[in-house]
């Protein structure tokens, strides 16, 4: 990783960049990695089939509810 050079930390911030994410689910069953997940996430991942699906598609609501929050912080860093 390149080192970052700050001149002050308390200089205006210039430049933003905010990028769309999109999540995939895998489109066949791998070996567990979710050790980092919570109980809650894991409980929510097992009740419904993900294999090869997009996290809009699965989880819908939970979307729309990460594209209000994402709006939101653009409107808070345009300020």
Do not use: C, H, W
């Amino acid at each position: 990783m390149p080192n970052i050079f700050v001149k002050s930390e308390f200089a205006p911030l210039k430049r933003v960049v905010m990028a769309q994410s999109a999540f995939a689910f895998p489109a066949k069953e791998a070996p567990p990695d979710d050790e980092f997940l919570t109980e809650e996430t894991l409980a929510l991942y097992a009740s419904v089939d993900t294999l090869g699906k997009n996290f809009k598609d699965v989880f819908p609501e939970r979307q729309q509810q990460g594209e209000l929050e994402q709006a939101i912080l653009n409107k808070v860093l345009e300020k």
